[in-house]
């Protein structure tokens, strides 16, 4: 079959995309594919056009890749592509949005406030910042709304340093938001089609809990999966995460992350529509632990994204 | 991940890597304008001079420019390396040179002779960001000592070097880049140079001079290297090909007394056994047609009008919160912003308008430096800078206004009109150095 893979684009997680895609490339041809591999750029469309593959497998992460741009296209094109739809990356990609939905629908999400870059300039918003900081007590968490990775992710540990971490954060996208703190132990839960894959969770090595960067490295923080939870918090959490997919109308794949709060329970924090696929990525590694190797998890998604293809009527973007 | 994180060493856990090099990875993007290398304009070197070389060696050395070469280097590329120590007023004995695989190659080999984990290493902050890395790697416990217009601040510098002796400690070397320092763009003063020397010599503590920019003078007149001020004894001297020729040769040296040659040689054996013997013959052919001296007065040109640009660039689009150094020569330019703005998350802001900068928290071991930034203006024409700076202060506006917005302050910041207010440390607006010898 021909399959385009598309990995790199324009977004900050560039370089983990194009470790993503190799990886994938590499996994489809020894299943025998016909894989050719396109960096997105302004002949995207174009080279669509002329390579007509069968299956286009969307190994990119971050805005444009993630956020239902490049799926948008594939639908008008009429191309079968592998993750989750247009509708279900807009509202993961944007944390508001997703964070809105879940609660909506009953899904424990930590309290949160949203702004955007203009609310601070036109709408004098800092003056609200007492009452949300108030609410939702030190530390708080400062994030962007859009952004697939840690990138941009600020704790304020009092008020002093709220500014700086909107300041920091409005850097990645325009709009913030500020969230309550939940301590406790950080859960990745992988779902397939619909089915939770083992729970993954990543204890940071030293007291560098405040410090993303270092969370993240390689080495700093250990990854354990299936994460040692009884078999009641087990199901508890597949069921919020198999809950989060449904509320969010996932299809294909994607990766709920939650905390495990020691007041709170579980609180989902966000959904990565297309989580990352290289060799330390956590939804690979939970697909093994379910016995599901990675040549075996890439042909699984790429039949996924046939099925859904066969089974649609092609939807304007 | 877990499958690998079990067979780490745990000098891993300080070598540092970070989502902000991922970061750079856009970079490469042909759309944007980069500042954040350190890249020599390399378009300048005549390619039918590089040809005529190249074909040279294959019609009369084929045979030994193709084979393994001794660990030291060649004699005819130590002579090259004399010539120019030469322009620099230093005549090194040709045994004490070694012949690197670039000028990084020597900063590691020097590191791991005389670097056992928590060691003390000291050197400037903000320091050369390729450095850090390699102290990190050998687990040095590395002090910084700020720095302001004349260079490390050697008053500091020496209650550093009490406060570790009361500890019982003694540093393992000095690293200093006393010429145009990379990022901080400054020089050592001669009087800074002069009781640099003498502590040495007093404490009996190594100095590694590391002077890739020297002969990258803009403007006043040269001051002296460490390495010729104290002869040989206490200074470790580094040089490099890159910045006068081609990085791309990765040819550096490095001139230690006899004893510490002796044990750099072994570690050279170990990590590559000899330096390129291809790149040698180049550069020595290179060296015999005798316009080494014209291509770097080419160079000089080239970068002092790329300085200018960016000087004038800075002036003109950057916020009155900001401030800059002005470098007499070199390749960077330091810049720092108030100081709630991090440069790391700046860069993905930068990004968005597709301009790249160095965060300056890359040049510092500790988290320091991370409201400012180190720009590179030899990569690019002065277009080029223009634009990237225009992108830059663009950013920095809205981050400085945003703040001001959130904090209350809603403060019209006017129009940037330096100051000549005397700053105490790094960075300087340039009008206050205007008129200094670089």
Redo the contacts between chains.
């Keep these: 079959m021909k399959v385009t893979v598309l990995a790199g684009g324009?977004s900050?997680?560039?370089?983990?995309s194009?470790k993503s895609g190799a990886r994938v490339e590499d996994a489809l041809r020894s299943l025998g594919h016909e894989v050719t591999q396109i960096d997105p750029g302004g002949d995207l469309v174009s080279r669509l056009k002329a390579e007509r593959p069968e299956v286009v497998f969307i190994a990119l992460h971050g805005p444009g890749g993630e956020d239902g741009t490049v799926q948008g296209l594939l639908e008008i094109l009429g191309i079968a592509y592998t993750g989750p739809g247009v509708g279900a990356c807009i509202r993961c990609m944007d944390k508001v949005a997703s964070k809105q939905a879940l609660r909506g629908a009953g899904i424990p999400t930590p309290d949160w406030f949203a702004f955007n870059?203009q609310a601070?300039?036109g709408l004098g918003a800092?003056?609200a910042?007492e009452e949300i900081e108030a609410q939702l007590g030190f530390p708080l968490v400062v994030k962007p709304a859009a952004q697939g990775?840690?990138?941009?992710v600020e704790f304020a540990a009092e008020r002093s340093a709220?500014?700086?971490a909107?300041?920091?954060?409005?850097?990645?996208d325009d709009r913030v938001l500020l969230e309550r703190y939940v301590k406790g132990r950080e859960l990745a839960v992988g779902i397939l089609d619909g089915e939770p894959l083992p729970i993954v969770e990543a204890i940071p090595k030293q007291e560098d809990f405040f410090n993303?960067?270092a969370r993240?490295?390689?080495?700093?923080t250990?990854?354990?999966?299936p994460a040692e939870l009884s078999d009641d918090e087990t199901a508890a959490v597949h069921d919020v995460a198999r809950r989060t997919w449904e509320v969010l109308g996932v299809q294909g794949f994607a990766r709920v992350d939650l905390m495990l709060g020691e007041a709170e329970g579980h609180q989902v924090l966000e959904v990565n529509a297309i989580p990352g696929l290289t060799?330390?990525s956590l939804f690979p590694?939970a697909a093994e632990a379910s016995g599901l190797s990675f040549e075996d998890l890439c042909a699984r998604i790429v039949e996924l994204a046939l099925e859904r293809r066969r089974a649609s009527a092609p939807l304007p973007g | 991940m877990e499958r690998y994180a079990g067979l780490f060493a745990a000098r891993t856990q300080v070598m540092r890597s970070s989502a902000m090099r991922d970061l750079m990875a856009i970079t490469a993007r042909p759309e944007v304008i980069s500042l954040a290398g350190g890249l020599p304009d390399t378009s300048s070197f005549p390619p039918e001079s590089f040809a005529a070389q190249m074909t040279r060696i294959a019609q009369e050395s084929s045979a030994e420019a193709l084979q393994y070469g001794p660990t030291e280097g060649f004699d005819r590329t130590k002579k090259c390396i004399r010539e120019l120590m030469a322009a620099e007023g230093m005549e090194p004995d040709p045994d004490d040179v070694i012949v690197t695989t670039g000028g990084q190659q020597a900063i590691d080999l020097v590191t791991k002779t005389l670097v056992d984990p928590g060691d003390p290493v000291i050197c400037e902050g903000p320091t050369y960001p390729g450095a850090v890395p390699v102290f990190c790697s050998y687990e040095a416990d590395t002090h910084q000592v700020e720095m302001d217009a004349d260079g490390m601040l050697v008053d500091e510098l020496e209650a550093l070097l009490d406060r570790l002796e009361a500890e019982g400690r003694r540093p393992k070397f000095i690293y200093s880049v006393p010429s145009f320092q990379n990022p901080a763009g400054v020089s050592l003063s001669a009087e800074r140079r002069r009781r640099l020397v003498e502590i040495a010599r007093e404490r009996e503590v190594l100095v590694v001079e590391d002077n890739p920019y020297g002969l990258l003078r803009y403007e006043g007149e040269p001051l002296p290297p460490l390495y010729q001020l104290d002869g040989g004894d206490y200074v470790i001297y580094i040089g490099t090909f890159s910045k006068v020729l081609s990085p791309g040769i990765r040819l550096g040296w490095c001139v230690a007394p006899p004893p510490v040659m002796e044990k750099i040689v072994l570690g050279k054996q170990a990590a590559d056994l000899c330096t390129s013997t291809l790149t040698q013959y180049f550069v020595s052919e290179y060296f015999a047609e005798g316009r080494w001296r014209e291509y770097i007065d080419n160079l000089v040109g080239i970068y002092r009008s790329r300085r200018d640009a960016m000087l004038e660039a800075l002036e003109r689009y950057f916020p009155e919160q900001a401030e800059w150094t002005e470098p007499g020569g070199g390749l960077f330019v330091w810049a720092t912003l108030p100081d709630y703005i991090d440069t790391g998350d700046l860069l993905a802001k930068a990004l968005r308008e597709d301009v790249a900068f160095v965060p300056g928290s890359a040049a510092y071991v500790d988290g320091r430096g991370s409201s400012s930034m180190r720009l590179n203006f030899s990569g690019s024409n002065e277009a080029e800078i223009s634009e990237g700076i225009r992108r830059i202060g663009k950013v920095v506006w809205e981050q400085v206004a945003l703040y001001e917005t959130i904090t209350g302050e809603h403060r019209v910041a006017p129009p940037h009109e330096p100051d000549t207010e005397e700053a105490d440390v790094l960075p300087l607006r340039r009008r206050e150095q205007r008129g200094k010898p670089g």
């Design positions: 324009r900050l997680e560039r370089q983990v194009l870059a601070f300039q800092a003056d910042l990775s840690s990138l941009g709220v500014p700086q909107l300041v920091a954060a409005l850097s990645y993303f960067e993240y490295e390689i080495g700093r250990d990854y354990v999966c060799d330390t590694q």
